[in-house]
């Protein structure tokens, strides 16, 4: 099997087992997924070592267009704030797509990666590679004095957590919007800073008297 044909076959096995996955109801194992493509599970095990990849590739195919959108916003010449809102924005408005289109299978899907967090953690660690690039961009334009990227890239995670975990959609759909977004990345480019604010400067609270 050529390096191209074994590409082009996980692809299709991965994109069926997501479809197995979402009309049964659970995770779809090497030999379920044998079964119903009445192939041997030779044939799948020479494609994938083990239920855990075949998991990963459905992820990938799952994460594929939020993969293309950080790779094309990156790339843009947006101004930073702008650049920013754009990474976050265009990813929210897939999930909430894919949620509102299946509630139950979305539900599904991320009860699975969850369960099979460190088979996904790579796409985590991407999207924070892509969030430090338009942050480093950001500071160059003098946003974030005093942060350092890490720093900056905790900070906002935070503050964006509503709009990248996807589960926040099964609880609070409603209450997210683009323009909630906007304005927090808004928020965030105009105060985001090392500069202590004073939040922290009362140590005892105040009895009235």
């Given at each position: 099997?050529?390096?191209?044909?074994?590409?082009?076959?996980?692809?299709?096995?991965?994109?069926?087992?997501?479809?197995?996955?979402?009309?049964?109801?659970?995770?779809?194992?090497?030999?379920?997924?044998a079964a119903?493509?009445?192939?041997?599970?030779?044939?799948?095990?020479?494609?994938?070592?083990?239920?855990?990849?075949?998991?990963?590739?459905?992820?990938?195919?799952?994460?594929?267009?939020?993969?293309?959108?950080?790779?094309?916003?990156?790339?843009?010449?947006?101004?930073?704030?702008?650049?920013?809102?754009?990474?976050?924005?265009?990813?929210?408005?897939?999930?909430?797509?894919?949620?509102?289109?299946?509630?139950?299978?979305?539900?599904?899907?991320?009860?699975?990666?969850?369960?099979?967090?460190?088979?996904?953690?790579?796409?985590?660690?991407?999207?924070?590679h892509?969030?430090?690039e338009?942050?480093?961009?950001?500071?160059?334009?003098?946003?974030?004095?005093?942060?350092?990227?890490?720093?900056?890239?905790?900070?906002?995670?935070?503050?964006?957590?509503?709009?990248t975990?996807?589960?926040?959609?099964?609880?609070?759909?409603e209450?997210?919007?683009?323009?909630?977004?906007?304005?927090?990345?808004?928020?965030?480019?105009?105060?985001?800073?090392?500069?202590?604010?004073?939040?922290?400067?009362?140590?005892?609270?105040?009895?009235?008297?």
């Amino acid at each position: 099997m050529s390096a191209e044909t074994r590409r082009s076959e996980r692809q299709r096995l991965a994109a069926r087992a997501l479809e197995l996955t979402i009309q049964r109801g659970h995770e779809i194992t090497l030999l379920l997924l044998a079964a119903e493509e009445g192939i041997s599970r030779h044939r799948v095990e020479e494609l994938f070592e083990d239920d855990g990849d075949l998991f990963e590739a459905v992820a990938e195919l799952w994460m594929e267009p939020h993969v293309a959108i950080m790779e094309e916003v990156v790339a843009s010449d947006l101004p930073s704030n702008r650049k920013m809102y754009e990474f976050f924005v265009r990813r929210f408005r897939i999930t909430r797509e894919r949620y509102r289109q299946n509630p139950a299978a979305f539900a599904l899907i991320c009860e699975l990666g969850a369960a099979r967090f460190e088979r996904v953690r790579s796409f985590v660690d991407l999207a924070d590679h892509y969030l430090c690039e338009v942050i480093a961009q950001a500071q160059v334009d003098g946003f974030f004095p005093g942060l350092g990227i890490d720093e900056t890239l905790s900070l906002i995670n935070q503050m964006v957590a509503n709009y990248t975990l996807p589960d926040a959609l099964i609880y609070i759909d409603e209450k997210l919007s683009e323009e909630k977004l906007a304005r927090i990345i808004d928020t965030i480019f105009i105060g985001l800073s090392a500069e202590e604010g004073g939040a922290r400067g009362i140590n005892r609270l105040r009895l009235a008297t």
